[in-house]
Antibody, heavy 117, light 113 residues
């Protein structure tokens, strides 16, 4: 059974850094591009970025690329999202997704990040 | 960025009725080399994670009931839900994956009368 489990969310102060993780199981992680998508409390969906199956290539939403970094460890079947200098507008639920044929084929349950002082 | 506009923002239907959701793109999502539209639909039930419904504008994801039908090409797309069931109560999002950055519509909320 395919599973994605995100973790690392929580309450964080503005300006801080945070690293989210997504542990994958039930499929060959190293065969797939992966992506992060977030959903604000107002339900707006935003694509954050994606990473090639071998970790050699990443793409980001232009508004986020200077603060967010996506990486992966295929030996651990884990996807990461490093967030820096977080802002209140980064408050959202962050989803890890599998990309298949460039659409979001499977989503994890998400981890919630709240940026507040 | 490609802008995706969904309408209506919400719609109320009775069980058994058919409903049509609209999704419009600010530019064509059709790739001429493979004749595919890079448009997906996702369903998010209350309190749940989004789930894929339709990809390539018209292909149902595995396990999706055939009462869900995606149609359209280029810039105009629709999701038709035939014989709506109570379990279809959800938010529906369309998303383009034609070019970066991938973008979503604001969603349509399906409510039951």
């Amino acid at each position: 059974e395919v599973q994605l489990v995100e973790s690392g969310g929580g309450l964080v102060q503005p300006g801080a850094s945070l690293k989210l993780s997504c542990v994958a199981s039930g499929f060959t992680f190293s065969d797939y591009w992966m992506s992060w998508v977030r959903q604000t409390p107002g339900k707006t969906m935003e694509w954050i970025g994606d990473i090639k199956y071998d970790g050699s290539y990443t793409n980001y939403a232009p508004s986020l690329k200077n603060r967010f970094t996506i990486s992966r460890d295929n030996a651990k079947s884990t996807l990461y999202l490093q967030m820096s200098n977080v802002r209140s507008e980064d408050t959202a639920t962050y989803y890890c997704t599998i990309l298949r044929d460039w659409y979001f084929d499977f989503w994890g349950p998400g981890t919630m990040v709240t940026v507040s002082s | 960025d490609i802008a995706i506009t969904q309408s209506p923002s919400s719609v109320a239907v009775s069980v058994g009725e058919t409903v049509t959701l609209s999704c419009k793109s600010s530019q064509s999502l059709l790739y001429s080399e493979n004749n595919k539209d890079y448009l997906g639909w996702y369903q998010q039930k209350p309190g749940q994670t989004p789930k894929p419904l339709i990809y390539w504008a018209t292909n149902r994801h595995t396990g999706v009931p055939d009462r869900f039908t995606g149609s359209g090409s280029g810039t105009d797309f629709t999701l038709i839900i035939s014989s709506v069931q109570a379990e279809d109560l959800a938010d529906y999002y369309c998303e383009q994956y034609f070019v970066y950055p991938y973008t979503f519509g604001a969603g349509t909320k399906l409510e039951l009368k």
